[in-house]
C-alpha cells in the first residue's frame, strides 16, 4: 500500500523493490535536467491547430516560400502546412533531440499581438502556439522544457504568469517588435517586478527580423529591455542584438555596452548560421561577453555554417563536416563548437531557468 508523502513523492512501506522504483521515478521528474549536456533554449514551436493544439499560423506575401524553405529545413515536406503540421513538428524535433549531443530544449511559445492596453490586436499576429501546448508536451516528453510567452499588457498578465510558472514554465519569451511590447513601459513596472520574485528568465528578441512581420521596428532596441532589467529579471537578448537584413539597425555594440551595466543581462546564439548575424562571433568568445552567451539555434530558422566559414569562424573541414548533418539542431551545436564557443556556454543557461 502506498503512503504519499508530498506531491511529487510516493513511498511505498511494503516491499523494498517498490520503494527503490518509486523513488527513482520522483528523481527523474524533478531533475530532468543533466547539467553536464548542452541544452538549446531557443527552439519554436508551430502548428496549425491540427488535433486540437489550439496553434494557428498566417502566412501570407513573400514569408510563404520562406516558410516552406524552413520546413525543407527540418525535413518536412510542403504539404506539411496543410497536413498535421503540430505533429509532424514535434515528432521532427523528437527524433533530432534523441539524435543530438543536445540534453534539452526549451521549446517556445508565441502569445498573440496586443495593443498598449493590453487588447489582441485582431488580424496582426502571423502565428500563435498557447502556453498550454508547451506546457503538456514538456510534460510529456523530457526532452522538452517549456517557454511560456504572455504579452505583458494583458490584463490578466501576472495572474496568467502565475498560473504558468505553477504549471512548470521555465522561461517566459515574447518578440517586443513583432508583438507590439514596449518593455519599458512604467505600466508594466508590476509584471517585471513579478517575474524578479518567481525568478523567472525573460527572452526577449533584440535585432531585426524578417522571418515574423515586424509591427514596432524600434522595440528591436535592446535598450528597451531597461525596464525588466532595472527591476531585477534575468534577461536573455535573443540573437544579442545583431542585425538580420541588410537594412537592419545594428545593436550588437549597445547590447555589449549593456552587459557592462546589468550583471543580469545575456546574449543567446540562437540564427548565428544565417548570413549577417553571426558576424560577431569573434566578440562573443572572448570576455567580458563570452560569459554572458548562452547557446540556442532558433530552430526552424534555416543552419548553414557557410557564412561562418567565409568570415574565417570555422574550418573547411568543419563546415562541410556540419553541412553533411541532416539534423539542423546538431548542425547548430556543431558550429558553434567548432567557432570556438567554450563548453559552459551550452549548459550556462540551466543556471538561469527557472527549474524545478
Ligand atoms: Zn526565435
Given at each position: 500500500?502506498?503512503?504519499?508523502?508530498?506531491?511529487?513523492?510516493?513511498?511505498?512501506?511494503?516491499?523494498?523493490?517498490?520503494?527503490?522504483?518509486?523513488?527513482?521515478?520522483?528523481?527523474?521528474?524533478?531533475?530532468?535536467?543533466?547539467?553536464t549536456k548542452p541544452i538549446d533554449m531557443h527552439v519554436h514551436i508551430v502548428g496549425?491547430?491540427?488535433?486540437?493544439?489550439?496553434?494557428?499560423?498566417?502566412?501570407?506575401?513573400?514569408?510563404?516560400?520562406?516558410?516552406?524553405?524552413?520546413?525543407?529545413?527540418?525535413?518536412?515536406?510542403?504539404?506539411?502546412?496543410?497536413?498535421?503540421?503540430?505533429?509532424?513538428?514535434?515528432?521532427?524535433?523528437?527524433?533530432?533531440?534523441?539524435?543530438?549531443?543536445?540534453?534539452?530544449?526549451?521549446?517556445?511559445?508565441?502569445?498573440?499581438?496586443?495593443?498598449?492596453?493590453?487588447?489582441?490586436?485582431?488580424?496582426?499576429?502571423?502565428?500563435?502556439?498557447?502556453?498550454?501546448?508547451?506546457?503538456?508536451?514538456?510534460?510529456?516528453?523530457?526532452?522538452?522544457?517549456?517557454?511560456?510567452?504572455?504579452?505583458?499588457?494583458?490584463?490578466?498578465?501576472?495572474?496568467?504568469?502565475?498560473?504558468?510558472?505553477?504549471?512548470?514554465?521555465?522561461?517566459?519569451?515574447?518578440?517586443?517588435?513583432?508583438?507590439?511590447?514596449?518593455?519599458?513601459?512604467?505600466?508594466?513596472?508590476?509584471?517585471?517586478?513579478?517575474?524578479?520574485?518567481?525568478?523567472?528568465?525573460?527572452?526577449?528578441?533584440?535585432?531585426?527580423?524578417?522571418?515574423?512581420?515586424?509591427?514596432?521596428?524600434?522595440?528591436?532596441?535592446?535598450?528597451?529591455?531597461?525596464?525588466?532589467?532595472?527591476?531585477?529579471?534575468?534577461?536573455?537578448?535573443?540573437?544579442?542584438?545583431?542585425?538580420?537584413?541588410?537594412?537592419?539597425?545594428?545593436?550588437?555594440?549597445?547590447?555589449?555596452?549593456?552587459?557592462?551595466?546589468?550583471?543580469?543581462?545575456?546574449?543567446?546564439?540562437?540564427?548565428?548560421?544565417?548570413?549577417?548575424?553571426?558576424?560577431?562571433?569573434?566578440?562573443?568568445?572572448?570576455?567580458?561577453?563570452?560569459?554572458?552567451?548562452?547557446?540556442?539555434?532558433?530552430?526552424?530558422?534555416?543552419?548553414?555554417?557557410?557564412?561562418?566559414?567565409?568570415?574565417?569562424?570555422?574550418?573547411?573541414?568543419?563546415?562541410?563536416?556540419?553541412?553533411?548533418?541532416?539534423?539542423?539542431?546538431?548542425?547548430?551545436?556543431?558550429?558553434?563548437?567548432?567557432?570556438?564557443?567554450?563548453?559552459?556556454?551550452?549548459?550556462?543557461?540551466?543556471?538561469?531557468?527557472?527549474?524545478?
Amino acid at each position: 500500500m502506498g503512503v504519499p508523502v508530498n506531491q511529487k513523492q510516493i513511498i511505498f512501506v511494503s516491499g523494498g523493490k517498490t520503494f527503490y522504483a518509486a523513488v527513482k521515478l520522483s528523481m527523474n521528474q524533478t531533475s530532468r535536467i543533466d547539467p553536464t549536456k548542452p541544452i538549446d533554449m531557443h527552439v519554436h514551436i508551430v502548428g496549425n491547430g491540427t488535433g486540437g493544439t489550439g496553434c494557428w499560423l498566417r502566412v501570407t506575401g513573400w514569408h510563404r516560400p520562406l516558410a516552406r524553405l524552413m520546413l525543407r529545413q527540418v525535413g518536412l515536406p510542403g504539404s506539411a502546412m496543410t497536413g498535421d503540421l503540430d505533429g509532424l513538428v514535434v515528432a521532427r524535433l523528437l527524433e533530432m533531440m534523441r539524435t543530438s549531443s543536445l540534453g534539452a530544449a526549451v521549446i517556445l511559445a508565441q502569445d498573440d499581438v496586443h495593443d498598449e492596453n493590453g487588447k489582441v490586436m485582431p488580424g496582426v499576429g502571423s502565428f500563435y502556439v498557447p502556453n498550454d501546448y508547451v506546457l503538456a508536451l514538456a510534460k510529456k516528453h523530457r526532452e522538452f522544457l517549456p517557454a511560456v510567452s504572455i504579452h505583458p499588457a494583458r490584463p490578466d498578465a501576472i495572474e496568467e504568469l502565475d498560473r504558468c510558472v505553477a504549471a512548470g514554465a521555465v522561461m517566459m519569451k515574447c518578440l517586443p517588435n513583432c508583438q507590439n511590447i514596449n518593455c519599458s513601459d512604467r505600466r508594466l513596472t508590476k509584471f517585471w517586478e513579478r517575474m524578479a520574485e518567481v525568478k523567472l528568465p525573460l527572452l526577449a528578441h533584440t535585432g531585426g527580423e524578417h522571418t515574423l512581420p515586424v509591427v514596432r521596428p524600434e522595440f528591436s532596441d535592446p535598450r528597451t529591455l531597461q525596464l525588466p532589467l532595472e527591476c531585477g529579471v534575468t534577461v536573455i537578448a535573443a540573437h544579442s542584438g545583431t542585425k538580420s537584413g541588410l537594412t537592419d539597425p545594428e545593436y550588437f555594440h549597445i547590447f555589449a555596452e549593456m552587459t557592462q551595466r546589468f550583471p543580469n543581462l545575456y546574449g543567446d546564439t540562437s540564427a548565428f548560421n544565417v548570413p549577417l548575424r553571426g558576424r560577431h562571433v569573434r566578440k562573443c568568445l572572448v570576455e567580458p561577453l563570452a560569459s554572458r552567451m548562452v547557446h540556442g539555434s532558433d530552430f526552424p530558422v534555416p543552419v548553414n555554417g557557410l557564412w561562418a566559414w567565409m568570415r574565417g569562424f570555422v574550418s573547411w573541414k568543419d563546415y562541410r563536416q556540419a553541412q553533411r548533418n541532416p539534423n539542423i539542431l546538431e548542425r547548430d551545436y556543431q558550429l558553434k563548437v567548432a567557432m570556438g564557443f567554450a563548453p559552459e556556454s551550452f549548459t550556462r543557461i540551466s543556471k538561469l531557468l527557472r527549474l524545478p
